[in-house]
């Protein structure tokens, strides 16, 4: 059980995000829920020097489709880190298990595959109150968790770049 506040990060121990392109594929389904995780990525990335021009975001109709939306954003945009953000909540059938372990192995595999991290800010929860208390709520939100994972990451990936030119 969580119980962190998943919106406290220490701005100075996060590379500056200027030169960095973003993107964020965001599901449709549980829009209050996706949406408050949604605007907490895109002020974290701001507020952590990101420009407004180098953050795109795409919407998909569900959480499964963000393995697709993601695939398609990294084939097509040239970026520096995405998050996949969705929420999925336990129902009363095995469904909620079909998608996250689906979801879950999708961004495995296209980190794996690809060179663009992807961040997995889904949550799956057992109830919409837990959803709530970590995209907003009394836990913070895992959207701007999410967007200080992207950053670090982007700059691993920008610091292997720029090592593997050097000859390391």
Same mark, same amino acid.
């Given at each position: ?19 960095? +392109?973003?993107? =964020? ?9 996706? $949406? ?5 990525? =895109?002020? #974290? ?11 795109? !975001?795409?919407?998909?109709?569900? !959480?499964?489709?963000?393995?697709? $939306? ?15 953000? &969705? ?16 979801? #879950?192995?999708? =961004? ?18 057992? #109830? +919409?109150?837990? !959803?709530?208390? +970590?995209? &907003?709520?009394?836990? &913070? ?19 292997? +770049?720029?090592? !593997?030119?050097?000859?390391?």
């Amino acid at each position: 059980m969580a119980t962190t506040n998943l919106s406290h990060y220490d701005k100075a121990s996060i590379p500056n995000a200027k030169s960095f +392109r973003f993107g =964020i594929v965001v599901s449709e389904w549980n829009p209050e829920i996706t $949406g408050s995780m949604h605007q907490g990525a =895109i002020e #974290t990335f701001l507020d952590c020097g990101a420009e407004k021009e180098n953050i795109i !975001s795409w919407e998909v109709p569900g !959480s499964f489709e963000l393995v697709y $939306g993601c695939k398609k954003m990294i084939e097509s945009q040239k970026l520096d880190a995405i998050i996949a953000i &969705g929420n999925v909540i336990q129902g009363e059938t095995k469904h909620f298990d079909f998608v996250c372990e689906g979801v #879950t192995q999708g =961004i495995v595999d296209l980190n794996i595959k690809y060179d663009v991290p992807v961040i997995f800010c889904v949550l799956t929860d057992n #109830t +919409r109150q837990q !959803s709530i208390e +970590r995209s &907003g709520g009394k836990l &913070g939100n895992k959207g701007i968790e999410c967007a200080v994972a992207a950053i670090k990451m982007a700059a691993i990936k920008n610091q292997e +770049r720029k090592s !593997s030119s050097l000859g390391f």
